[in-house]
């Protein structure tokens, strides 16, 4: 049972930068599906869905939301056992609960922005004041 601990959050003003950090339990080779694992962060404002923000696959494949691409990246240091999201000219917007998640990735063509992740973390706070 892979457990995740993410921090980095906190308050900035708009066009500033973040770094949020995600700690797993075990080593993320221990995900490996059929098709390797998905690493990704989400994020779920007040009164509104959670979104797939940006995710990494295990061959470092990357894939982002529209909406941040261009700003945000997505990392993960294996040796570490953690992911990273560089979040840089932030906005309003952007003010969520940011979870770090990982799945097994079992069929070749699902995206790992598309696929149920199994394994979440707690979450950690970013606001972005105008």
């Known amino acids: 049972q892979v457990q995740l601990v993410e921090s980095g959050g906190g308050s900035v003003q708009n066009g500033g930068s973040l770094r949020l950090s995600c700690v797993a339990s075990e080593d993320f080779a221990s995900l490996y599906g059929a098709y390797g694992y998905c690493t990704a962060w989400f994020r779920q404002a007040p009164g509104k869905e959670r979104e797939g923000v940006a995710a990494?696959?295990?061959?470092?494949?990357?894939t982002y939301v529209d909406s941040v691409k261009g700003r945000f990246t997505i990392s993960r240091d294996n040796f570490k056992r953690t992911l990273y999201l560089q979040m840089d000219s932030l906005k309003p917007e952007d003010t969520a609960m940011y979870y770090c998640?990982?799945?097994?990735?079992?069929?070749?063509?699902?995206?790992?922005?598309?696929?149920?992740?199994?394994?979440w973390g707690q979450g950690t706070q970013v606001t972005v004041s105008s």
């Open positions: 990494i696959r295990s061959d470092t494949t990357t």
């Open positions: 998640a990982a799945a097994r990735r079992n069929r070749k063509y699902d995206p790992c922005l598309g696929i149920e992740y199994g394994y």
